[in-house]
């Protein structure tokens, strides 16, 4: 707690040194915008010149003109006054981990920072339920706000050996300080995904192919364009009785695969920071003692039978809501966790010892992982799991929290974005195919007559992912990350990952349901 107070303290003073150089700097540019005033007011004049008017005149616009920048001025300070003050309250409030009363029943310093990004974010961004830019308010609070929470991450510093030369022309090595180096790679990279997200955002400003309708809206304004998910309370999209037109179209296509890579660049380190955060005793104290017992009888047998096919696993499992697909993979991961653990045990021990071999062992922990990675492809959007919440929650260090929650809520807004895209298209194809209202709504065309589990697979649809990668070792997503990293790089990012198992691969888009 006590680094954690000279960090903030330390990024204190940084901002105080900010704001003057801000306000100086910011005086050169009145005084030129000053210049090009009384260049204007010169202007107005026709064809005469200011040395042509009465001096009474020039004093006069003169006066004006300095009237005018000093009221900027003052204005411009009490601005940077006032951010100050919301910044050092802010602050206080990490420091305090939540807990204003100062009785000391805060959280940890690294959760209260995770839920400040993930609370800023549910107030600028809210549901997103239309596709259109944030006002010029929300989207100046989010970038002044993100910076605050983000410049904890430069006090964040490991060392690192240099070269230095001495007064007599030697060399020596020595120690510095360099920003440890998941931060300096990740930092940069969500900075431009989140550009990124508000350039799609702003590229539906001037638009007039689509609108919205009021929530009022009678069904026959609705027509055709009436939602037939289990969302009901999102806004009916609207499109001309022929539908889009080829660019406005075209423009919607380019949107969504800038999105794509979004979303696929955020999971990818959100799942790198979850791989890379211990799991926390509490977690563990709660596991059963074996695998069997985390799975159940019928799930275990399933699991360890000779022959063993994921798809026909999945097909004859009650996946038919959001809480049954939760809980199995609650029970996956944990009894993943327990094989790994005894595979690690040395003490002989362990009721597996005498009963399951080593390579069985890993067998099993294969077969779960790759339950897991059709799970996750099929079904992103669930909540978190178990282990992940956990994670999240007895987390103590800053810069993974910094990371993690970055990453989840732009996750989660690429999710979002992605899915409104999905509206649009989708009312386009039925105004150009009348036929398709009768069927389901984009979030239900590809799954049967369950709509809460339809509407789970609309990410998977607009992601477009193939089944075939389900069939396919693990090993081939460095490949998958390796092509993510040369898309990433024309926009020039960088992605911290690695190679890992899938269940050290796992992320969310959600924030955890528990704080303390």
Not at 76 to 99: C, N, V, Y
């Amino acid at each position: 707690m006590v680094g954690t107070l000279g960090l903030f303290n330390f990024r204190g003073k940084n901002e105080k040194r900010r704001s003057k150089s801000m306000s100086v700097g910011n005086g050169s540019v009145l005084e030129g915008s000053a210049a090009g005033n009384e260049e204007a007011a010169a202007g107005t004049q026709g064809s005469d010149h200011p040395s042509d008017l009465p001096e009474s005149d020039q004093n006069e616009k003169l006066r004006q003109v300095m009237d005018d920048l000093a009221a900027t001025f003052q204005a411009r300070e009490k601005q940077l006054l006032t951010d100050m003050e919301q910044m050092k309250e802010k602050f206080a409030k990490l420091l305090l981990g939540e807990d204003m009363s100062g009785g000391g029943k805060g959280v940890s310093s690294a959760l209260a920072l995770s839920n400040a990004i993930t609370n800023l974010a549910a107030s600028v961004f809210g549901e997103q339920s239309r596709l259109e830019p944030m006002t010029a308010e929300r989207k100046s609070r989010w970038r002044k706000e993100i910076d605050w929470l983000l410049s904890v991450s430069d006090c964040i510093v490991e060392f690192v050996p240099s070269q230095q030369k001495a007064k007599d022309g030697s060399n020596m090595e020595i120690m510095v300080t360099k920003q440890r180096f998941d931060l300096l790679m990740n930092i940069p990279a969500l900075r431009t995904l989140d550009t990124m997200l508000l350039d799609c955002l702003d590229s539906f400003k001037d638009q007039d192919e689509f609108y919205y309708l009021s929530k009022d809206a009678t069904d026959e304004e609705k027509g055709n364009s009436k939602r037939k998910d289990d969302k009901w309370w999102l806004p009916t999209v609207k499109v001309p009785e022929q539908g889009l037109s080829d660019a406005a179209k075209k423009n919607l296509q380019s949107q969504r695969e800038a999105m794509t890579q979004v979303l696929k660049a955020a999971m990818s380190i959100n799942a790198q920071v979850l791989t890379e955060m211990e799991i926390p005793e509490n977690y563990l104290d709660s596991l059963p003692k074996n695998g069997r017992a985390s799975l159940g009888d019928s799930t275990y047998r399933s699991i360890t039978v000779e022959f063993f096919d994921p798809n026909q696993f999945l097909a004859t499992t009650d996946l038919s809501s959001e809480h049954k697909i939760l809980d199995l993979k609650n029970r996956i991961e944990a009894s993943i966790v327990i094989w790994k653990r005894k595979m690690h045990q040395k003490d002989g021990k362990s009721a597996w010892s005498s009963a399951v071999s080593y390579e069985k062992r890993e067998l099993f922990e294969e077969r779960a992982e790759t339950i897991l990675r059709i799970l996750k492809h099929q079904y992103p959007g669930i909540p978190q799991s178990s282990l992940d919440i956990s994670k999240i929650q007895y987390n103590r260090d800053v810069g993974q929290a910094l990371l993690e929650s970055y990453s989840r809520i732009l996750e989660s807004l690429a999710f979002t974005v992605l899915s409104r895209i999905g509206d649009v298209l989708y009312a386009d194809s039925v105004a150009r195919n009348p036929s398709q209202a009768t069927s389901k709504s984009p979030a239900n065309q590809s799954s049967g007559n369950d709509n809460e589990k339809s509407n789970l697979m609309t990410l998977s649809d607009l992601l477009t992912w193939s089944g075939d990668l389900l069939d396919n070792d693990f090993e081939d997503s460095k490949d998958c990350k390796d092509d993510l990293s040369k898309d990433m790089d024309e926009k020039n990012l960088n992605v911290a990952t690695s190679k890992v198992s899938y269940v050290e691969s796992l992320g969310g888009v959600r924030s955890p349901k528990e704080r303390h």
